[in-house]
């Protein structure tokens, strides 16, 4: 690939802030981590282009997150064919007819929100399928236009996916609302979580990771402060 210096510069600033983070995470101390796994930073790569994501991976980042099916098909499957042991997360809606697809893109699916999805996913085991590491995206604000499972309905919600249709879960996920204070939400998240035995919590985003880290968070998912504003370009 050829390098001009303009390049060069922006990806040193993302290896750059990329190095302080990862530093950063994986080394919090929380009482409040349900697992001895020290926590991960999965880098969030929505409209990030190609050229800033191979900067990541150069710096040995291996950990990234797309909010997007589509979008994540486009990009991922040549740099999973040069860097084997990257690990995708799905941290956006997915629908079910989108869900074979996403199968074959991600490792990791965070955002397992309603009964029609676990379905399609059980379906997909049954068939034969790998299913990927499962978390299940809580709507700890309940807000109206928000997905995730509402916090009264958690519980039925875990035991159709675990009793009836025999998912295994890794953890919970929240997007607390833009506008308040996020600690009532990691606090909920972690709460739940623990009452019912998981131990993933994926929560903070770049304004607010250090808070979810010090509530136990297990995922942290960053973008804007690795890879600079988004449509910027
Ligand atoms: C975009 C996005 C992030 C990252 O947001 P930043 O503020 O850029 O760190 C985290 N989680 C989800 C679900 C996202 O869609």
């Not at 409040?32 to 796994?37: D, I, K, S």
């Given at each position: 690939m050829a390098s001009d210096p303009q390049n060069l510069q922006a990806g040193s600033a993302i290896q750059e802030r990329l190095r302080t983070l990862r530093a950063e995470v994986a080394g919090v101390k929380s009482v409040?981590?349900?697992?001895?796994?020290p926590p991960a930073l999965v880098a969030v790569t929505k409209t990030v282009t190609e050229a800033a994501i191979r900067e990541a991976l150069e710096a040995g980042h291996r950990v990234f997150g797309e909010n997007r099916v589509q979008e994540a098909a486009a990009k991922w499957p040549s740099l999973r064919e040069a860097y084997p042991d990257i690990e995708l997360h799905l941290i956006g809606p997915l629908q079910t007819n989108k869900v074979k697809q996403a199968l074959a893109l991600?490792?990791?699916?965070e955002t397992l929100d309603r009964p029609k999805l676990a379905r399609a996913l059980a379906r997909e085991r049954d068939t034969g399928a790998v299913l990927p590491r499962l978390f299940v995206q809580v709507n700890t604000g309940e807000e109206e236009q928000k997905a995730g499972v509402l916090p009264a309905e958690v519980e039925a919600f875990l035991a159709l996916c675990r009793?009836?249709?025999g998912l295994s879960l890794e953890g919970l996920m929240c997007i607390p609302p833009m506008?308040?204070?996020p600690v009532p939400h990691f606090a909920l998240l972690h709460e739940i979580a623990r009452a019912h035995g998981l131990s993933g919590l994926s929560m903070g985003m770049s304004g607010d990771y250090e808070t979810a880290l010090e509530f136990g968070a297990s995922h942290v998912r960053v973008g804007t402060a690795i890879f600079g504003p988004r449509g910027a370009a």
């Open positions: 409040l981590r349900l697992t001895a796994e991600f490792d990791v699916i009793e009836e249709l506008d308040e204070e």
